[in-house]
T-cell receptor
Framework: SQQGEEDPQALSIQEGENATMNCSYK?????LQWYRQNSGRGLVHLIL?????REKHSGRLRVTLDTSKKSSSLLITASRAADTASYFC?????????FGTGTRLLVSP | GAGVSQSPSNKVTEKGKDVELRCDPI?????LYWYRQSLGQGLEFLIY????????KSGLPSDRFSAERTGGSVSTLTIQRTQQEDSAVYLC??????????????FGPGTRLTVL
């Protein structure tokens, strides 16, 4: 079964709005990563947050991590049409990453 | 520099035929991974290669699936006697341990396999 579960499964917003997606996981982690996937093809790494961090920023991205609740959130501020994609959280060690089920984000102009 | 490449980008085959999917990882990356993504689903881990160590095959769904990595670089995923449920996008990724000790994987564009 998947380690991570994202919600919502799908999110539709207007350009300029913020998008928040959440990820829950089941076991203890060293770090958690977020990836973006366009058009059902290759994934691109967005950001990593370590287990001893609570919040991290990268450009318009903000990630939070609550290890007590085994959850993380990804916030995209001032969204753009180009942000339309599926977003996945991933946990695991060097041997493999276990991906969540993903959130499909649609940003309309 | 060059990223991870995969070929073919699309493959249509008939049920029962064998297929080979190829992955060229980023030069110098010691780790290589294969994942499968069915329509609208998340990624399912298939197999992991690390250097000269024995691969982790724990994710392979059946003995019809096999993979090899020659010379620590190029990898081939082979599916024998394909079934319709094998239809999916097959993604390859490579990685190297960072100085921070974590694993950022770099993905190829994938091969979309359709079994008729």
């Amino acid at each position: 079964s998947q380690q991570g579960e994202e919600d919502p499964q799908a999110l539709s917003i207007q350009e300029g709005e913020n998008a928040t997606m959440n990820c829950s996981y089941k076991t203890s982690i060293n770090n958690l990563q977020w990836y973006r996937q366009n058009s059902g093809r290759g994934l691109v790494h967005l950001i990593l947050i370590r287990s001893n961090e609570r919040e991290k920023h990268s450009g318009r991205l903000r990630v939070t991590l609550d290890t007590s609740k085994k959850s993380s959130s990804l916030l995209i501020t001032a969204s753009r049409a180009a942000d339309t994609a599926s977003y996945f959280c991933a946990t695991g060690g060097f041997q493999k990453l276990v991906f969540g089920t993903g959130t499909r984000l649609l940003v309309s102009p | 520099g060059a990223g991870v490449s995969q070929s073919p980008s699309n493959k249509v085959t008939e049920k029962g035929k064998d297929v080979e999917l190829r992955c060229d990882p980023i030069s110098g990356h010691t780790a290589l991974y294969w994942y499968r993504q069915s329509l609208g689903q998340g990624l399912e881990f298939l197999i992991y290669f690390q250097g000269n160590s024995a691969p982790d095959k724990s994710g392979l769904p059946s003995d019809r699936f096999s993979a090899e990595r020659t010379g620590g670089s190029v990898s081939t995923l082979t599916i024998q006697r394909t079934q319709q449920e094998d239809s999916a996008v097959y993604l390859c990724a490579s990685s190297t341990m960072t100085s921070g000790g974590y694993n950022e994987q770099f993905f190829g564009p994938g091969t979309r396999l359709t079994v008729l």
